[in-house]
């Protein structure tokens, strides 16, 4: 998927400089604790080292932790790896909605390493991204779980399709819905990507946050029709319905 480009000298010397320029007038500060930084992350040490001692993987499945979905739920397991703190919930939507995606890589290095640990048959699985509908990609300009796809790329060893899943219908943003809306409204928005086969085939779905599940349970019916072994969902955190 991903495409080298070439860039000139000229062009890469002006962009250094450039930033350099910007970060003279507007010197980078840590996104948690308003700290200078003396390197261009997004984080100070600190607070890195603060954000990965919150780490905290949960193991997730069946009708006792997913009681908010209605009908079969066919995906096999969610793991999320850290609690839903202040901390966590800023980062997320610094990833999301302010385009910061070094930190997106910087959260999907952590989430690979940690899902290494945590599944024991890694090796075996696909992973893939859960996608936007193209018209709200094309609005936000990029798909923040395939920054934290890239990032898995980045420490982990497996094959990431990055086009597995298509979504084929626009929904409205789910954040305020309630649990059964959420569930009406990602019904039948995905389908698979007929390029690929998922015979037999563990997958592992990357979304920022998993809620109620609806999300996954969906892409997990298309994957499992498909085909599809295993489908586990992985996340940053998961949030507490209200
Ligand atoms: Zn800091």
Redesign the pocket.
């Known amino acids: 998927m991903s495409r080298t480009k070439y860039l000139s000298p000229a062009y890469q010397f002006g962009k250094s400089f450039f930033q350099i320029l910007l970060d003279f007038i507007y010197p980078p500060t840590?996104?948690?604790?308003?700290?200078r930084l003396d390197h261009s992350g997004f984080?100070?040490h600190?607070?890195?080292e603060f954000i990965l001692n919150l780490m905290n993987p949960a193991f997730q499945k069946g009708r006792h932790d997913f009681y908010h979905l209605e009908g079969e739920i066919l995906f096999d397991e969610v793991i999320t790896f850290w609690d839903y703190t202040p901390e966590i919930e800023q980062l997320i939507f610094q990833v999301k909605y302010q385009r910061k995606k070094k930190l997106g890589l910087f959260l999907g290095q952590q989430l690979g390493k940690a899902f290494q640990t945590a599944y024991e048959n890694w090796k075996q699985c696909i992973v893939m991204p859960v996608p936007l509908h193209r018209i709200r990609h094309r609005e936000r300009g990029y798909n923040q779980s395939d920054i934290l796809c890239q990032g898995i790329n980045d420490c982990v060893n497996v094959p990431i399709y990055y086009d597995g899943l298509i979504r084929n219908r626009h929904t409205s943003t789910q954040t305020r819905l309630s649990a059964k809306e959420r569930q009406d409204n990602v019904k039948n928005a995905f389908e698979v990507n007929p390029s690929y086969s998922f015979q037999g085939k563990d997958i592992v779905l990357v979304d920022d946050v998993i809620t109620t599940g609806a999300t996954v349970n969906n892409c997990a019916a298309c994957l499992k029709e498909a085909g599809a072994r295993k489908v586990i969902g992985i996340a940053l955190a998961r949030p507490q319905l209200d």
């Open positions: 840590c996104i948690q604790c308003n700290r984080l100070c600190e607070c890195e």
